[in-house]
């Protein structure tokens, strides 16, 4: 999910450009203002994420969950577990793409003289520390961690969290299709509520081999970004940091619970599950660690 390009746009000279990959913002009536990023390649890779999460979440559910439960072999908790979690999957997705990864504040010289602000060499705009300018989508971003093409975003101090969100229900969603691909293969017998004319149902068993190859590819994916994020997050660096060996903050988290705190806000850690509401990260403040 890291883009090597973005990265090496942080490490060499600028180059001023027309950036054809601007940021555009629209308010919608209930989701409030969202932004999206007019990159071909982003758009590419987030409908292939949208595919993805349309063939993990339907195949199962209509060859396994819904006949095997109308047959009495699977409980309606676990029928209703499966779509809880394809949805929190497709909402933290949504959140982490379709939000401001982290807008600039204004720059008061006369309150902020003695602050280690800097001025941007690409867009001439103030910014604190550990913020980083993105070309692909077009601002200066707070605590920038990478530029992901999958969710056509960045990954900043404003949609950390959803990512973060992102990347375990990924996990989650993979887990739960193979271990219900595990039993329709080993465990359940013929289906007798099917109907075997259909066809997703007289060809199951190829559309069970390609959703077995994906919830493993995808349990071992996005498990893989999920450690590397929590190593990042609890020893307070960056992907961007580590991968320009910069080192970042050289201070350690005193604890898990206040490391993830410091993107997830004061709420209470139940909350922190849950992609819908508002979010007031502790490093708001601006106070990183130098």
């Given at each position: 999910?890291i883009?090597?390009?973005?990265?090496?746009?942080?490490?060499?000279?600028?180059?001023?450009?027309?950036?054809?990959?601007?940021?555009?913002?629209?308010?919608?009536p209930?989701?409030?203002?969202v932004q999206?990023v007019?990159?071909?390649?982003?758009?590419?890779c987030a409908a292939?994420?949208?595919?993805?999460?349309?063939y993990?979440?339907?195949?199962?559910?209509?060859?396994i969950?819904?006949?095997r439960?109308?047959?009495?072999?699977?409980?309606?908790p676990?029928?209703?577990?499966?779509?809880?979690v394809?949805?929190?999957?497709?909402?933290?997705?949504?959140?982490?793409?379709?939000?401001?990864?982290?807008r600039?504040p204004?720059?008061?010289?006369?309150?902020?003289k003695?602050s280690n602000?800097?001025?941007?060499?690409?867009?001439n705009?103030?910014?604190?520390?550990?913020a980083?300018?993105?070309?692909?989508?077009?601002?200066c971003?707070m605590?920038?961690?990478?530029?992901?093409?999958?969710i056509n975003?960045?990954?900043?101090?404003?949609?950390?969290f959803?990512?973060?969100?992102?990347?375990?229900?990924?996990?989650?969603?993979g887990?739960?299709?193979?271990?219900?691909v595990?039993?329709?293969?080993?465990?359940?017998?013929?289906c007798?509520?099917c109907n075997?004319?259909?066809?997703?149902?007289?060809?199951?068993?190829?559309?069970?081999?390609?959703?077995f190859?994906?919830?493993?590819?995808?349990?071992?994916m996005?498990g893989?970004q999920?450690?590397?994020q929590?190593?990042?997050?609890?020893?307070?660096?960056?992907?961007?940091?580590k991968?320009?060996?910069?080192g970042?903050?050289?201070?350690?988290?005193?604890?898990?619970?206040?490391?993830?705190?410091?993107?997830?806000g004061?709420?209470?850690?139940?909350?922190w599950?849950?992609?819908?509401?508002?979010?007031?990260?502790?490093?708001?403040?601006f106070?990183?660690?130098?």
């Open positions: 999910m883009n090597m390009d973005n990265v090496m746009d942080m490490v060499s000279p600028p180059v001023e450009t027309n950036n054809n990959n601007a940021k555009h913002s629209l308010k919608l209930i989701f409030g203002r999206f007019r990159d071909r390649e982003g758009q590419m292939i994420v949208l595919a993805y999460w349309t993990g979440t339907f195949i199962p559910l209509f060859i969950l819904i006949p439960y109308e047959d009495g072999l699977i409980s309606l676990v029928f209703l577990g499966f779509l809880t394809s949805v929190l999957c497709l909402l933290s997705f949504f959140r982490s793409s379709l939000t401001n990864p982290g600039i204004e720059f008061s010289a006369a309150e902020d003695d602000w800097s001025k941007c060499r690409v867009c705009q103030m910014r604190p520390p550990r980083h300018h993105c070309r692909r989508c077009g601002q971003v605590k920038m961690d990478h530029h992901c093409p999958w975003n960045c990954v900043g101090e404003n949609n950390h959803a990512f973060m969100q992102l990347l375990f229900y990924a996990f989650l969603l887990l739960y299709t193979f271990v219900l595990m039993l329709h293969f080993w465990v359940f017998p013929k007798v509520a075997r004319e259909a066809f997703y149902i007289k060809h199951s068993i190829w559309f069970m081999y390609l959703a190859l994906l919830s493993v590819n995808m349990m071992g996005m893989v999920f450690c590397q929590h190593i990042n997050l609890i020893s307070n660096k960056t992907t961007l940091e991968m320009i060996n910069h970042g903050p050289k201070n350690i988290q005193g604890k898990c619970y206040n490391s993830y705190r410091q993107i997830c004061q709420g209470h850690p139940i909350f599950l849950c992609p819908i509401g508002r979010r007031r990260p502790l490093t708001a403040q106070q990183y660690p130098v």
